[in-house]
């Protein structure tokens, strides 16, 4: 399964941007389907992901700032990030791991916060 992300950019802080990433094609059954990050510097760490039935789970840096969805079909996430801060910076990968075989990573798309 291949994953397009879109939606990267540069925004001052408090701006808001949207990610997108779309599957190569319908994955039956999901475990969870979402978004990693990692800062200049620092390790790749989990942002948000939406699981198979639907829960969504949120870094604590993120959480009420940052929605996380996906379409009826699960093979779109989105990713929504409101009120973003210069720590938010970093390259964003989509994620997807299915219930039945490899994981497949999106390219990354960069998100500048600049103050």
């Known amino acids: 399964v291949q994953l397009q992300a879109s939606g990267g950019g540069s925004v001052q802080e408090g701006g808001s941007l949207t990610l997108s990433c779309t599957a190569s094609?319908?994955?039956?059954?999901?475990?969870?389907m979402g978004w990693y990050r990692q800062a200049p510097g620092k390790q790749r760490e989990q942002v948000a992901v939406i699981t198979g039935s639907g829960r969504a789970i949120y870094a604590e840096s993120v959480k009420g700032r940052f929605t996380v969805s996906s379409d009826d079909a699960k093979n779109t996430v989105t990713l929504e990030m409101n009120n973003l801060k210069v720590d938010d910076t970093g390259v964003y990968s989509c994620i997807l791991v299915p219930r039945v075989g490899p994981d497949s990573w999106g390219q990354g798309t960069l998100v500048t916060v600049s103050s």
């Open positions: 094609e319908i994955i039956g059954s999901i475990n969870v």
